[in-house]
């Protein structure tokens, strides 16, 4: 495969990879809002929805994460050309 081949698929998956990014920051944002509205629960519950927002955080900064190495692979194959 060459150069510019490598770098169309490692820019079309920093397209995929922003889109991902974007679906969990929407999805943290819905959980935030619910959470400013929410009323107490069970404990059960209120442990159940502290775990959704936890996990919704750390897709987010996973997602985040994946983003900017794509970024820099990105960047490294087109100083490379």
């Given at each position: 495969m060459n150069e510019i081949e490598k770098l169309k698929?490692?820019?079309a998956k920093l397209e995929s990879d922003l889109t991902?990014?974007?679906g969990a920051e929407e999805y943290l944002s819905m959980w935030e809002d619910r959470?400013?509205?929410r009323s107490d629960?069970?404990?059960a519950q209120d442990a159940r929805h502290?775990?959704?927002g936890r996990?919704?955080?750390h897709r987010v900064l996973?997602?985040?994460r994946q983003v900017e190495n794509q970024k820099a692979l990105?960047?490294?194959l087109a100083k490379a050309i």
């Open positions: 698929q490692a820019v991902v990014l974007a959470d400013i509205n629960g069970s404990m502290a775990e959704t996990n919704a955080s996973a997602a985040r990105v960047a490294e």
